[in-house]
């Protein structure tokens, strides 16, 4: 489908349950043969930052209203929580980045990730990157 011709919500109504029976076990799976291949090694699984905030509108998400972008920030919920489940039960450690984006979001004056129509359509961008290698460093020297 088209980005902007059909809302994300209606167009992937069984994304929630998909998360839920599909990613979840698999996660779960990837999870425990890393800490097998890893044994004694320090292992941290990050979540996903937000990329979209919900309070305006910018050529950079067309079609995107703001319920389908807090519809995707729940997901991304949905998922972030799942790995912060399924990471540690395998012994391996979190690295909560779900607000690293905050007031950088698409849309806003200083993204850190890129909206439509730019390199790397919602990814981090350089600074978004730098960002996250940072959080994962100080992570690391705590």
Request: hydrophobic content about 35%; charged content about 25%.
């Amino acid at each position: 489908t088209p980005l902007g011709s059909t809302p994300c919500t209606e167009d992937n109504d069984n994304e929630e349950a998909f998360i839920e029976q599909e990613v979840r076990p698999r996660l779960r799976a990837t999870y425990a043969r890393l800490r097998a291949a890893s044994a004694g090694a320090r292992t941290v699984v990050l979540t996903y930052p937000h990329i979209f905030q919900t309070e305006r509108h910018c050529g950079r998400e067309p079609g995107m209203q703001n319920d389908e972008k807090a519809w995707m920030r729940d997901r991304t919920d949905q998922l972030d929580d799942i790995i912060g489940d399924e990471a540690p039960a395998a012994g391996l450690e979190v690295l909560d980045l779900r607000d690293a984006f905050a007031g950088h979001e698409v849309c806003t004056a200083d993204p850190w990730v890129s909206g439509w129509g730019q390199p790397g359509p919602f990814h981090p961008n350089a600074e978004g990157h730098g960002v996250l290698a940072r959080e994962l460093v100080d992570h690391l020297n705590r």
